[in-house]
């Protein structure tokens, strides 16, 4: 029988991704699956700590394994904001008003490093692993392309011309952050740690 392993998300495309690689070994399981209904709570202030209150509470309530993630943006020169609070920045007026807020900060700002950072919490035979991914750039002044989401449009990842939103979806996700942590957690579970 598969060990069950519940991602603590509603994102039907990240569960996917993550059933592609691990489908043979773990029955994968995300929060509408477990009938897990409530809006889990990330009110810490680093990704590692939100990623474990998420983590921790399937644990608690459905006696569950379970691994869950966070992720953010870090400008070096805004004292890493907006870090945690990347998804609110502008107080929940959406992705276009989040990146119109950050290019505003940003103005005359010769140091435009910045990074994306996900940290990915699993809880498995109730012990806590973590594992980090991260990708780094510089911030555009003005937003260029269409695709993915978020601050993709003014984000230049490292050794590149253009913006994660000019990637297409296979391209971006060969150098994301997200896809860094995922490998690490997927190497684990592999390896039968
Ligand atoms: P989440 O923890 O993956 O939901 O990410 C929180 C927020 O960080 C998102 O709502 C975005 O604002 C930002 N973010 C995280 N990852 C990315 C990315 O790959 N591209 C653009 N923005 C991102």
Known sequence: MKTKLVFATNNNHKTAEV?????????????????????????????????????????????????????????????????VFSARYAGG??????VKLLLENMQGITDRRAQFRTVICLIRNDEIHCFEGIAGGTIRTEPAGQQGFGYDPVFQPEGYDCTFAEM??????????RAKAMEKLISFLRSGQ
Do not use: M
């Open 93 to 98: 007026a959406g992705d276009a008003a989040n």
């Open 168 to 177: 297409d979806t296979q391209q971006k996700n060969s150098i994301s952050h």
């Open 19 to 83: 059933r592609a690689y691990l489908g043979d070994a773990f029955e994968v399981l995300n929060l509408k699956d477990i009938g897990c209904e409530t809006d889990i709570p990330e009110t810490a202030d680093t990704f590692s700590g939100n990623a474990l209150l998420k983590s921790s509470f399937v644990k608690e309530n459905f006696q569950l394994d379970c691994f869950s993630d966070d992720s953010g943006l870090e400008v070096f020169a805004l004292n890493n904001e907006p870090g």
